[in-house]
């Protein structure tokens, strides 16, 4: 069993930044792959960024080059870097690891507004 706890989410203007972190129960050295997908209103959820235990990052295209994961295996954490922010950001960003089974974090709320 693996428990997520997202935190960093909240309001941000257009063009601002956030940092996104996913803390595990556990360590995450093994794990085959983490991730961040989000959800707006009304729309399914979608992927937004995922890494594999060996560093290997992936994008969806509308984040690339604006959004950055990373982890830290000694933190048993994962990060989401979000920068140049733009409005179709706004959603609830969830957390998720693959490790024998999929786990998902409760969520954190991004908003991006004026």
């Known amino acids: 069993q693996v428990h997520l706890v997202e935190s960093g989410g909240g309001l941000v203007q257009p063009g601002g930044s956030l940092r996104l972190s996913c803390a595990a129960s556990?360590?995450?050295?093994?794990?085959?792959?983490m991730g961040w997908y989000r959800q707006a209103p009304g729309k399914q959820r979608e992927l937004v960024a995922t890494?594999?235990?060996?560093?290997?990052?992936n994008y969806a295209d509308s984040v690339k080059g604006r959004f950055t994961i990373s982890r830290d295996n000694a933190k048993n954490t994962v990060y989401l870097r979000m920068n140049s922010l733009k409005p179709e950001d706004t959603a609830v960003y969830y957390c998720?690891?693959?490790?024998?089974?999929?786990?998902w974090g409760q969520g954190t709320q991004v908003t991006v507004s004026s």
């Open positions: 556990r360590s995450i050295f093994s794990f085959v792959y």
């Open positions: 998720t690891a693959v490790v024998g089974s999929s786990y």
């Open positions: 890494i594999t235990s060996g560093g290997s990052t």
